[in-house]
């Protein structure tokens, strides 16, 4: 079994991922710099199956990922009205959990045949899943999803970046599959789970472990529709256009050949980088961005041409921000305070739209830091410096497990 680890991590995360690696047909795995505990696999945590698949280790937020474009912009052009475009962008983009998109979507996404993987579990779960894409197409969602402005520092080139997958409707795919792996309907509601109970493993080769995939592959469709239609609105709001644009999942499973032989692999929180193949990867709020490249190298084949997808968090959400109360809708208790935010923010020189404490530059590493960790497979191309955020507000309930 060929195995990677890069950069240090906690013990929860380590014994995370051994488990991972011990259980089902495993032929590898890698641990990405920024990993961190996960539900059932870590964050940053690749896992090489031979002939199974893991809707756990894909998660709940199904095709999460990120799309950066290049626009034919200079700072220069937007200094000024940088806080007007920002207001102008949250108003116009739907961020926060369970939003709908206010403008219906008619998208030739939805006459693709592959809903019909769908209408094999049942009619009600098809009509009610497509119902649910169709008014969530074009929504961010919460947690630590986004849209930024950032500027190329070297050339002064304004680019934009989002990130977010297939919203509440992968989530409902995959607690889908999660149910029937287990012998469960559905739609049945599923009992409390454990954040390290072993990896949910389905046979690449049964009935399920193909509905599954098809699934999966449609909740990646909806993902790239999605974040195509908030950049395109985006552009819009700005009065941009794109000469270059970057677009990857990192929560998804793809059927690759690795040292002659094909296997699944489960990408939790990494994104694959294939030698030439090129990622975003964002850092937090208040630190760099950068845009990638797989390596053509020994140590990026060992690595199963994965990378980091972020910098990674090394403080929770309640550490944080404190618990929430939900019916007051107060916190309590966290140690990261609004005011240390603030300021740090401001240093930083970042409009921001939304976001609470739990999303501040502190609960996550340098990103520098796990660049270096990953020097010897990935090439830097280009850094980018974040002037805008927007994001959900603060105190939004994150149902996603990853």
């Known amino acids: 079994m060929k195995k990677k680890i890069f950069g240090v991590h906690d013990e929860n995360t380590l014994r995370q991922f051994e488990n991972c690696l011990n259980t089902g047909q495993v032929a590898g795995g890698v641990l990405c710099a920024d990993g961190h505990y996960g539900y059932s696999q870590p964050v940053g945590g690749v896992i090489v199956y031979d002939g199974q698949i893991s809707p756990s280790g894909v998660g709940y937020d199904i095709a999460c990922g990120n799309k ?26 739907s961020f926060g959990i369970g939003r709908k998109n206010p403008e219906k979507v008619d998208h030739e996404l939805f006459d693709d045949p592959d809903w019909l993987v769908y209408q094999e579990i049942g009619k009600q779960e098809h009509d009610k899943l497509k119902k649910l894409a169709k008014d969530q197409l074009g929504t961010v969602g919460g947690g630590n999803h986004y849209v930024d402005v950032l500027v190329e520092q070297k050339t002064g080139d304004v680019w934009i970046a989002n990130h977010f997958g297939s919203r509440g409707f992968g989530h409902r795919t995959a607690s889908g599959f999660l149910n029937l792996a ?27 472990g193909d509905l599954y995939f098809r699934a999966m592959e449609m909740s990646g469709k909806f993902a790239y529709a999605g974040r195509n239609y908030v950049m395109d609105r985006v ?24 040292f002659g032989k094909e296997y699944t692999v489960v990408r939790k929180g990494a994104t694959p980088s294939a030698p030439g193949q090129m990622g975003f990867i964002g850092g937090s709020m208040g630190d760099i961005s950068v845009i990638v490249q797989g390596k053509d190298n ?38 990261i305070t609004q005011e240390r935010m603030d300021k740090a923010i401001l240093e930083y ?45 603060a105190n939004e309930f994150d149902p996603y497990k990853d």
């Not at 290049?70 to 962008?89: Q, V």
């Not at 990026?300 to 990674?312: D, I, K």
């Open 68 to 93: 950066a474009v290049r626009t034919n912009l200079k700072w220069k052009d937007i200094e000024k009205s940088l806080p007007l475009l920002m207001n102008e962008i949250a108003s116009t983009i």
């Open 182 to 208: 287990n012998g469960r309907k559905f739609s049945e509601r599923a009992p409390g789970e454990s954040m390290d109970q072993a990896p949910t493993l389905i046979d690449l080769d049964s009935e399920l």
């Open 235 to 258: 552009l819009s709001i700005m009065g941009a256009t794109s000469d270059f644009e970057v677009h990857n999942h990192h929560n998804y499973a793809w059927k690759e050949t690795h």
């Open 298 to 335: 020994e140590e990026n084949a060992e690595s199963f041409y994965s990378t980091v997808h972020g910098a990674g968090r090394i403080m929770s959400r309640t550490q944080a921000a404190g618990k929430m109360n939900w019916k007051t809708r107060n916190r309590r208790g966290g140690e």
């Open 349 to 393: 020189g970042v409009e921001l739209r939304g976001g609470g404490t739990d999303e501040s530059p502190f609960v996550y590493r340098k990103l520098q830091d796990v660049l270096d960790a990953h020097e010897d497979t990935i090439d830097v191309l280009h850094v980018l410096k974040p002037v805008g955020v927007c994001m959900a507000g």
